[in-house]
């Protein structure tokens, strides 16, 4: 993609709604280091929570209980073993390491625009506390009367299942884009095909599955749907209309072709 910024021609009340600074490839290293840093530190703080209870103390005072420690997995890798948590543990562990890795690859390598120390803050803190809504909704399933042994792997099961597609989805749709608009022969066009033909924000409907599957994995059923339900309502209503302003302004009668061709915004065949 070309270095050269592209003027943002949307109201300033949709700008302001965005936390992605469209059009502007003005070299940002502090904002994005800064981004990368504290999204590399949020697996950090969730081992702690699950391996150490970080954090629980406090939940105890206002009397909530949550799950004391459980048997530590046992795979045959010492890396994996000595962290001492359990399969779900490490299960949940394993989708925090998951979501930093895939959003610094994004940062790093897949997004050529500006990223501000303040949208870096506002991005990170965001994801931070959603990932560690999940893990502290685990942590209180005592209150439930549940022991670690005796919760439901089902909502783990599902819940891994949506993150795994959902991460992907995402993660794949944002490459191919990538590799689309590196190509200095299409500069200027709208990338419509791979994963981008299904929906037209594929990328958005990825981090709905996952973030869905994470919130359901660590708190059940109830916290995926309501989680879901949010991002669903969120970019529906907020992320969609102010990207499709942007697109429709930028690429004129291409986006409305796009619009057309594929109809479904979000997921495929569902919104």
């Known amino acids: 993609m070309a270095n050269a910024s592209i003027k943002d021609p949307r109201s300033e009340e949709s700008k302001k709604r965005d936390l992605i600074s469209r059009g502007d490839y003005t070299s940002t290293p502090g904002g994005k280091a800064l981004f990368v840093l504290l999204r590399s530190l949020d697996p950090l703080l969730h081992y702690s929570i699950l391996a150490h209870g970080t954090g629980t103390a406090l939940l105890g005072r206002v009397g909530l209980r949550t799950l004391p ?124 095909g791979g994963l981008w033909a299904l929906a037209r924000h594929i990328n958005y409907g990825g981090y709905t599955l996952w973030r869905a599957g994470y919130a359901m994995a660590g708190g059940g059923w109830t916290l995926g749907a309501v989680v879901g339900a949010f991002f669903a309502y969120d970019f529906a209503t907020r992320s969609i209309p102010i990207l499709d302003e942007y697109c429709g302004l930028r690429y004129g009668e291409q986006w409305e072709k796009f619009k057309k061709q594929t109809p479904s915004r979000l997921l495929p065949w569902i919104y």
């Open 69 to 192: 420690p459980s048997l530590p997995s046992h795979t045959g890798i010492s890396t994996i073993d000595s962290l001492g948590l359990s399969p779900y543990r490490l299960a949940l562990l394993g989708m925090a390491i998951g979501s930093a890795l895939k959003q610094n690859i994004w940062i790093i390598a897949l997004s050529g625009e500006s990223m501000s120390y303040g949208n870096a803050l506002t991005i990170s803190i965001f994801n931070t506390v959603l990932n560690g809504i999940s893990v502290y909704a685990f942590m209180l399933s005592a209150m439930a009367g549940w022991t670690e042994s005796s919760t439901s792997p089902t909502p783990l099961i599902v819940g891994g299942a949506l993150y795994v597609t959902g991460i992907l989805t995402e993660l794949i749709s944002e490459v191919q884009r990538k590799a689309f608009k590196s190509d200095p022969k299409n500069k200027g066009k709208v990338y419509s």
